[in-house]
C-alpha cells in the first residue's frame, strides 16, 4: 500500500483498508493537534487513487471496511468523491461501510444535496472534531469554526443519513470554571447535533503544537486526572438525548467508560465517581500507558 507520511486514522477503524485520497489535512491549524505537521495538503490525482484501490483489490477482495485518509477527505470535489466510491464498491463485493474525517468548514462546502448523493453512494460513517461546544474555546484553539457553524456541519451529516460519530477533547478549557462552562456547552451541543457516537479523548499536549508551548510557558494548566474525570462526569449529567454510544476508551483517557446514553448513565457516572469518591490511582490508567 502507498502511503505518504505518518497514518492516523479513529481506532474503530483499525480494521479497515486505509486509502490515502489527500495528503494531509485542509484546516491544519488547530493549537492542540500535532497530526499532519509534516505535509502540505493536497488531493491525490483520481489516476493515482483509482490505481491503488486496483491493487488493493487484488489482495483484499474480502474487505468490508474503507477509511479514507487523510484527515478531511470531505473536502474532496464532491464528483470525485462518488468516482472513488463507486470504484470502492465496484471492487469489493463485501464492502458495507466507508468512513471519513470530516471538518466543518469542509462540510459546509457541500450542499444537503452532495452530502446526501454521497451516503447514498456508500459514505456510511464520518468522524467529525467538536472538541467542544464553547464558542469562545473553539475560536481559541483555532477549530476554524464557531458553535453555530459546527452545529450546523454536524446536523448536515445527521440529517443525511450519515453515522456520525462527535470527538470531544476532556481538558481542552484547563481547570475552573474554564472546565464547567466547556462541559456544559459540549453537552449543549451534542444534544442539538445528535450524533450515533460521541467519542471522548484526553488533551495530550504534543510537542511542537501551540498548546504544548503553552503548556510549558505555564500559559496553560493541564487537568489532573481526578479533574479530567470530574469533567466527563459533568458532560454524562447533562446530555440529555437518547441512544448515544459513548466511546470512551481511547489510550489518552485515564479511565476507560462506555456505555449508551440515557440507557447506562447511572452505570457510568456510579464508576466515575467511586473513582472520584476513592482517589485511588491504582484504578487509572498509568502515564506509561496512555498516549494518541
Known amino acids: 500500500m502507498r502511503y505518504e507520511g505518518n497514518i492516523f486514522r479513529p481506532f474503530s477503524e483499525a480494521d479497515s483498508y486505509l486509502l490515502q485520497c489527500t495528503i494531509?489535512?485542509?484546516?491544519?491549524?488547530?493549537?492542540?493537534?500535532?497530526?499532519?505537521?509534516?505535509?502540505?495538503?493536497?488531493?491525490?490525482?483520481?489516476?493515482?487513487?483509482l490505481e491503488d484501490i486496483r491493487l488493493a483489490g487484488n489482495y483484499?477482495?474480502?474487505?468490508?471496511?474503507?477509511?479514507?485518509?487523510?484527515?478531511?477527505?470531505?473536502?474532496?470535489?464532491?464528483?470525485?468523491?462518488?468516482?472513488?466510491?463507486r470504484a470502492l464498491y465496484a471492487t469489493f463485493p463485501s464492502l458495507r461501510h466507508v468512513g471519513s474525517y470530516v471538518g466543518p468548514q469542509s462540510t459546509l462546502g457541500k450542499s444537503p444535496q452532495e452530502l446526501g448523493a454521497l451516503r447514498k453512494a456508500g459514505l456510511t460513517k464520518a468522524y467529525i472534531g467538536v472538541e467542544t461546544g464553547d464558542d469562545a474555546l473553539l475560536k481559541k484553539v483555532k477549530k476554524g469554526a464557531g458553535y453555530d457553524e459546527m452545529l450546523k456541519a454536524g446536523r448536515l451529516l445527521v440529517e443525511a443519513g450519515i453515522n456520525l460519530s462527535a470527538m470531544v477533547l476532556l481538558g481542552?478549557?484547563?481547570?475552573?470554571?474554564?472546565?464547567?462552562?466547556?462541559?456544559?456547552?459540549?453537552?449543549?451541543?451534542?444534544?442539538?447535533?445528535?450524533?450515533?457516537?460521541?467519542?471522548?479523548?484526553?488533551?495530550?499536549?504534543?510537542?511542537?503544537?501551540?498548546?504544548?508551548?503553552?503548556?510549558?510557558?505555564?500559559?496553560?494548566?493541564?487537568?489532573?486526572?481526578?479533574?479530567?474525570?470530574?469533567?466527563?462526569?459533568?458532560?454524562?449529567?447533562?446530555i440529555?438525548?437518547?441512544?448515544?454510544?459513548?466511546?470512551?476508551?481511547?489510550?489518552?483517557?485515564?479511565?476507560?467508560?462506555?456505555?449508551?446514553?440515557?440507557?447506562d448513565k447511572r452505570k457510568m457516572i456510579a464508576l466515575v465517581d467511586q473513582v472520584l469518591s476513592s482517589r485511588d490511582q491504582a484504578r487509572l490508567r498509568p502515564d506509561s500507558l496512555r498516549g494518541l
Not at 485542509?26 to 502540505?40: E, I, L, Q, R, V
Not at 477482495?61 to 462518488?82: P, Q, S, Y
Not at 499536549?205 to 508551548?213: H, K, N
Request: net charge negative.
Open 172 to 238: 481542552l478549557a484547563g481547570p475552573g470554571e474554564p472546565s464547567r462552562r466547556h462541559a456544559l456547552a459540549t453537552a449543549l451541543i451534542i444534544n442539538e447535533m445528535k450524533p450515533r457516537y460521541l467519542a471522548a479523548l484526553t488533551v495530550t499536549p504534543v510537542p511542537g503544537t501551540v498548546l504544548y508551548r503553552q503548556v510549558q510557558k505555564g500559559e496553560f494548566q493541564l487537568l489532573d486526572p481526578f479533574e479530567t474525570l470530574a469533567e466527563m462526569k459533568m458532560i454524562f449529567e447533562n
Open 24 to 49: 494531509g489535512c485542509s484546516h491544519n491549524a488547530c493549537t492542540f493537534c500535532g497530526m499532519y505537521k509534516d505535509k502540505k495538503y493536497r488531493v491525490r490525482s483520481m489516476s493515482e487513487i
Open 60 to 85: 483484499y477482495r474480502d474487505a468490508e471496511k474503507v477509511f479514507l485518509c487523510d484527515g478531511d477527505a470531505i473536502a474532496i470535489e464532491t464528483d470525485a468523491l462518488l468516482e472513488i466510491l
Open 240 to 263: 440529555t438525548m437518547d441512544d448515544l454510544k459513548f466511546v470512551g476508551t481511547h489510550a489518552s483517557n485515564y479511565l476507560p467508560v462506555t456505555g449508551t446514553l440515557q440507557k
